[in-house]
C-alpha cells in the first residue's frame, strides 16, 4: 500500500518569507500526489495535484510543488508567505484504488 | 450543488451504543471513502468504496461497518461504540482514483 510521510508537525514562517512544506511518498505504482489545505473547523480543500502530466505543478494561492521521482518527493513552497495561509497542510497519494495522507503540518505565519 | 453531505455533525454516544454516519454525494462519483482525524495523525482511511455493491478495508478498519447499495450514499456504521472512536469523521468522493477528492464538512464524534 501506499504512504506519505511528511516532515515536520509545525511550520512556523514570518509574513512574506519562503514556505516549504516537506512531503515524501512510498507507492507500488506510479503515484498521483496532493496537497490539500484545512483551514480549522473546516473540510479539506484541493491546492494542487500531481497527474504525471509535468513535474512542477502551479495551485491556488500561489503555491506551487515539484515531483521529484528520484527522491521520492513533493514538497509545497510558495514564494511569499501570507497571514491567511495559517492552517494545516495534507499531503496525500492515491496509487491503487485509495487516498492515503500524511499526518500533517501546521502553518504558523508570524506578523 | 450540495457536494458531499455529511450528517450528523455533531454526536456524543455512549460506550457501546450504536449508530450510523451518513454521507450523500450529488455528483455521481465512484470512489467514496471514510476517513477519521485525530491529533498528530492526520486522515486514517477506514474504508473505501471503488463503486456500488464494492466495498474494502483501509488503514483503521477494526470496530466500523459499511455498505454501499447505491452510487450516491456510503454510510459508516459503528458497531459498539468505544472512546477511542472519539474523533472527527470525514467522508469523501471523487470521480477517479487521480481526481480531486471532495469532503463532507465532517461529523464530530465522542463517546463517553
Known amino acids: 500500500a501506499q504512504s506519505v510521510t511528511q516532515l515536520g508537525s509545525h511550520v512556523s514562517v514570518s509574513e512574506g518569507a519562503l514556505v516549504l512544506l516537506r512531503c515524501n511518498y512510498s507507492?507500488?505504482?506510479?503515484?498521483?500526489l496532493f496537497w490539500y489545505v484545512q483551514y480549522p473547523n473546516q473540510g479539506l480543500q484541493l491546492l494542487l495535484k500531481?497527474?504525471?502530466?509535468?513535474?512542477l505543478v502551479k495551485g491556488i494561492n500561489g503555491f506551487e510543488a515539484e515531483f521529484k521521482k528520484s527522491e521520492t518527493s513533493f514538497h509545497l513552497t510558495k514564494p511569499s508567505a501570507h497571514m491567511s495561509d495559517a492552517a494545516e497542510y495534507f499531503c496525500?497519494?492515491?496509487?491503487?484504488?485509495?487516498?492515503?495522507f500524511g499526518a500533517g503540518t501546521r502553518l504558523t505565519v508570524k506578523p | 450543488n450540495a457536494g458531499v453531505t455529511q450528517t450528523p455533525k455533531f454526536q456524543v454516544l455512549k460506550t457501546g451504543q450504536s449508530m450510523t454516519l451518513q454521507c450523500a454525494q450529488d455528483m455521481n462519483h465512484e470512489y467514496m471513502s471514510w476517513y477519521r482525524q485525530d491529533p498528530g495523525m492526520g486522515l486514517r482511511l477506514i474504508h473505501y468504496s471503488v463503486g456500488a455493491g464494492i466495498t474494502d478495508q483501509g488503514e483503521v478498519p477494526n470496530g466500523y461497518n459499511v455498505s454501499r447499495s447505491t452510487t450516491e450514499d456510503f454510510p459508516l456504521r459503528l458497531l459498539s461504540a468505544a472512546p477511542s472512536q472519539t474523533s472527527v469523521y470525514f467522508c469523501?468522493?471523487?470521480?477517479?482514483?487521480?481526481?480531486?477528492?471532495?469532503f463532507g464538512q465532517g461529523t464530530r464524534l465522542t463517546v463517553v
Open positions: 500531481y497527474t504525471s502530466a509535468a513535474t
Open positions: 469523501a468522493s471523487s470521480y477517479d482514483r487521480g481526481d480531486e477528492a471532495f
Open positions: 496525500a497519494v492515491s496509487g491503487n484504488n485509495d487516498m492515503r
Open positions: 507507492s507500488s505504482v506510479p503515484p498521483y
